[in-house]
T-cell receptor
Framework: GAVVSQHPSWVICKSGTSVKIECRSL??????MFWYRQFPKQSLMLMAT?????????EQGVEKDKFLINHASLTLSTLTVTSAHPEDSSFYIC????FGQGARNEQFFGPGTRLTVL | DAKTTQPPSMDCAEGRAANLPCNHS???????VYWYRQIHSQGPQYIIH???NNETNEMASLIITEDRKSSTLILPHATLRDTAVYYC???????????FGQGTELSVKP
């Protein structure tokens, strides 16, 4: 199947700083990318959907000014957590959907990024 | 998108078949049934999906009832590495958003 990577795999930062997480589709063109957040012992919660070249659509209750999403190319989306606080500590997972070898218009997930805010 | 109901947890003996049920009684005619699994601290992994007919691939089989109100994911010979949370998701088409419920935590025991 298609491969999605995330960087970094884990990050620790101080409260008040901003953190950028990258999501890349390695062998297909991702027309749509999704960002999820997962707290311990809970299911994945969809935060936002982004289509290449256009603004992201945020789910209800997700602050778009706090979680900045950029999807500037067909292989890269970034999530920036601005002015992070301890309650933003979570497991952030991206997924991508598109076309190309192995993609089949299915949704494939990255390995996740563990964010810890001190 | 239709909501799904899954048992919160199940156990299975290693080498035996694991049968994971999912109820989706409000599914509509153009909605697909997708199964993903998530091994601890990893991203979800696609397993299989179907619309009406039963499906089989190298990982699992998907049995969908004739009325489409429920389905069963079958792992034919479960191994310890199949221990994970299994999510059954119904989406309107192959371009829909995946909304995760609580899933079934499958524990494969030696």
């Amino acid at each position: 199947g298609a491969v999605v990577s995330q960087h970094p795999s884990w990050v620790i930062c101080k409260s008040g700083t901003s953190v950028k997480i990258e999501c890349r589709s390695l062998d297909f063109q991702a027309t749509t990318m999704f960002w999820y957040r997962q707290f311990p012992k809970q299911s994945l919660m969809l935060m936002a959907t982004s289509n290449e070249g256009s603004k992201a659509t945020y789910e209800q209750g997700v602050e778009k000014d706090k979680f900045l999403i950029n999807h500037a190319s067909l292989t890269l989306s970034t999530l920036t957590v601005t002015s992070a606080h301890p309650e933003d500590s979570s497991f952030y997972i991206c997924s991508a959907r598109g076309f190309g070898q192995g993609a089949r218009n299915e949704q494939f997930f990255g390995p996740g990024t563990r964010l810890t805010v001190l | 998108d239709a909501k799904t109901t899954q048992p919160p947890s199940m156990d299975c003996a290693e080498g035996r078949a694991a049968n994971l049920p999912c109820n989706h009684s409000t599914i509509s005619g153009n909605e697909y049934v997708y199964w993903y699994r998530q091994i601890h601290s990893q991203g979800p992994q696609y397993i299989i999906h179907g619309l009406k007919n039963n499906e089989t691939n190298e990982m699992a089989s998907l049995i969908i009832t004739e009325d489409r109100k429920s389905s069963t994911l079958i792992l034919p010979h479960a191994t310890l590495r199949d221990t994970a949370v299994y999510y059954c998701i119904v989406i309107q088409n192959q371009g829909g958003k995946l909304i995760f419920g609580q899933g079934t935590e499958l524990s494969v025991k030696p």
